[in-house]
């Protein structure tokens, strides 16, 4: 059984009175309210899919959810007694974007098609506002009469334009193309928002929004991502990604002040909002478990509010570095053994993602059992710069790979991972990176996971819908450019240098990486008489959302980890 309740999107109300939060404490994921001043912790959502998102818009609640995983999202306003189901058509993705001059604004595409259509919900009716065949993004409210919004350029730069909701006109910003995020409105003139403009970190810029100039207020070399402006319009708070681990800052825009806060600094600040000088933060740590905590500015001090107790286990957590083939410097988060101990290695997907030091129960479930858990950011990740993101792209694949039997080597040498009993897992993309290892360096797993992973990049970007195919292309290999290595390389095509048994975790409507990737692995390898077996849900997509399977899964690795131990 799952031990502990998932939080995810914490969010402040109109009115400042209530806390909201998704969690999975029912079973699947539902929206909360936490009251303030009475403490009363109630779900407000009754929905029978998951809640996916949620918004607060025109004094009432807009809530997302999807079907069985598929995401894409359909989006219900609640106000009072009153409920407005604004999109129903599970044909289509939907986004939501803004709710400006009594009219909702959001993004929809067809699940085939690569054509990105703004849509306007007025009066119980939809109007197409402007078509878009680039994957397209609504940043947000700009002035009475423009929406920010974004274009894509490649897997991870965007162009940002100024769209008119009156005239239908689009304009570029000039902006140069990066990534792009955190944009805050200080006043008629002026805004903040978050860009690797200039070098390779996110850090915050100042933007003067009759000319589209911008200045550089901060020079991490680590990427800022969350960003609050307070009441004041001048006062920010954001959190600092260095080495994964959240930093809590205080920056005086107008005096261009900086000051670290006081608050916990060993995991990851999940969701982080305000109401005055009161911050509340999400937060969890790798022995720590989910639970919002209330900070103040003026005297530092810290209170949990709810969510989950302490764990009842000492958990010795290491964070460090090692060099790879190439001497690259590769980081790592370690839940590490006292003695020699089995050990698993679990590759994070995206790959342009991050391992960060959070609380994760499998980890936790399989520490308890005896085992180490290794989880790299090998190259490809995000966090450590726009360089470090792009030395996995296309045919640098393999040297992710090397990136995880370095690893390997350093833990029996440092960690005293028992040599012969090492395992390798992974998800979606990591999922590609387990297969790859257990078939380009077969002798040296024990055991092997694959959750919802990629087993043939041809197969995978044909299956894929063409809005996503180009995107994806860009960190895979484009079919037609680069066939010869992709067939080289696929797990699928060499299947007979598997060693180890194999357990596949995959869903039927996963829309990022098909099911059918798993299913002509699994044939494949029962062809040729290996020890594979195929576990898939039929109520979930890309992500596991239903405690039920997550605890099956949970349950049938730790199972299988030990079943291998034993032989």
């Known amino acids: 059984m799952t031990e502990f309740t998932k939080y995810l999107s914490l969010k402040l109300d109109t009115a400042k009175e209530n806390l909201y939060v998704i969690s999975d404490e029912t079973g699947k994921r539902e929206l909360h309210s936490y009251n303030i001043k009475d403490k009363s912790y109630v779900k407000v959502s009754a929905e029978q899919e998951n809640v996916k998102n949620y918004w607060f818009e025109d004094d009432g609640l807009l809530i997302a959810t999807d079907l069985n995983g598929n995401e894409r999202e359909q989006l219900t306003h609640f106000k009072g007694a009153e409920m407005k189901q604004l999109t129903a058509d599970d044909d289509y993705y939907h986004h939501y974007g803004v709710h400006m001059d009594g009219r909702f604004i959001f993004l929809r595409h067809h699940k085939e098609g690569k054509t990105f259509e703004m849509m306007d919900y007025e009066s119980g009716q939809q109007t197409v506002l402007k078509s878009f065949e680039t994957p397209s993004s609504i940043i947000g409210k700009f002035d009475e009469n423009h929406i920010l919004m974004s274009q894509d350029v490649n897997n991870l730069d965007k162009k940002v334009f100024l769209y008119n909701i009156k005239t239908d006109e689009l304009t570029d910003t000039k902006l140069p193309a990066g990534r792009f995020g955190n944009y805050r409105s200080l006043n008629d003139s002026e805004a903040l928002f978050t860009s690797d403009y200039l070098e390779g970190h996110l850090n915050l810029y100042k933007l003067n929004k009759d000319t589209f100039e911008f200045k550089k207020l901060t020079y991490f070399k680590w990427d800022i991502q969350k960003v609050l402006v307070l009441e004041d319009k001048n006062t920010v708070i954001f959190e600092v990604n260095k080495k994964g681990f959240s930093k809590l800052f205080k920056y005086n825009v107008q005096d261009d002040l900086l000051e670290t806060l006081d608050f916990f600094s060993e995991g990851v600040v999940h969701s982080l909002v305000n109401s005055g000088d009161t911050l509340y933060a999400l937060y969890s740590d790798m022995s720590t478990p989910h639970a919002i905590y209330e900070f103040n500015l003026t005297d530092s001090s810290t209170e949990k509010l709810f969510g989950n107790d302490k764990i009842d286990t000492v958990i010795n957590t290491v964070y460090s570095t090692y060099p790879s083939f190439d001497g690259l410097d590769v980081p790592y988060y370690l839940y590490q053994q006292s003695t020699q101990a089995p050990t698993a290695i679990h590759v994070h997907g995206g790959p342009e993602s991050q391992a960060r030091p959070e609380f994760n129960e499998l980890y936790y479930k399989l520490y308890k059992e005896g085992y180490q858990i ?32 370095r690893l390997r080597e350093h833990l029996i040498n440092n960690h005293q991972s028992d040599k012969d009993n090492i395992f390798i897992m992974g998800r979606s993309y990591g999922g590609f990176m387990t297969l790859l290892l257990i078939t380009q360096f077969p002798k040296l797993w024990k055991g092997a996971v694959d959750i919802v992973g990629i087993s043939h990049f041809t197969t995978l970007l044909s299956n894929t819908p063409a809005w996503r195919r180009e995107q994806r292309s860009y960190e895979y290999g484009f079919i037609g450019e680069h066939d010869e290595f992709m067939q080289c390389i696929a797990p699928l095509n060499n299947t007979q240098r598997i060693r180890c048994p194999l357990r596949i975790f995959h869903s039927h409507n996963d829309v990022r990486v098909p099911y059918s990737e798993s299913v002509q692995m699994y044939e494949k390898m029962k062809e040729e008489n290996k020890d594979v077996e195929l576990t898939a849900y039929e109520n979930e997509g890309h992500q596991y959302l239903y405690t039920e399977n997550q605890d099956d899964m949970n349950t049938k690795v730790i199972e299988f980890f030990n079943e291998q131990i034993n032989k």
């Open 374 to 405: 290794a989880v790299p950011n090998i190259r490809g990740s995000t966090g450590y710069s726009k360089f470090y993101i792009g030395l996995d792209n296309q045919e640098k694949r393999i040297d992710a790979a090397r990136d995880v039997v």
